[in-house]
């Protein structure tokens, strides 16, 4: 088998992760997304982001968590469209970066940037730049 494919099939469970990490990380300094992060992966009982535990979380949780009305609505979006299988990682990281690019833009909360430093940070691919 592909290594490359080998290596995504690995890696699966961490994409949604990048992608909430993104998400809180938007706009914050480090250290105050790093501690939202944490609240939230406490909330939810995990090291790593999950769709349905974080589907389950109230507004209230998350907000106390120091999450935006904003941003909460993003993440809660994102789970239930993973929990719904309308968003399905293993299919989308096998796809270019513009097609990538237009479905998670397709969500609110995510534009070019976000979509941008998931292909860099999530998958791994360092000239996503050279396209603009």
Known sequence: MN???????????????????????????????????????????????????????SQTSLKQCGLSQNKIRYVK?????VV????????????????IREQLISYPGIGQWSADIFLMSGLGRGDVFLCW
């Open 3 to 57: 290594t490359e494919l080998t290596s995504l099939r690995r890696k699966a469970p961490s994409y949604f992760h990048a992608l909430i990490s993104t998400i809180i990380n938007q706009q914050l300094s480090v250290k105050a997304a790093a501690t939202i992060e944490k609240r939230v992966l406490s909330k939810q009982s995990g090291r790593v982001f999950n769709a349905d535990k974080l589907n389950h979380l």
């Open 77 to 81: 979006t994102l789970a239930k469209a």
């Open 84 to 99: 719904d299988k309308k968003l399905n990682f293993r299919k989308l990281v096998l796809q270019d970066d513009e097609t």
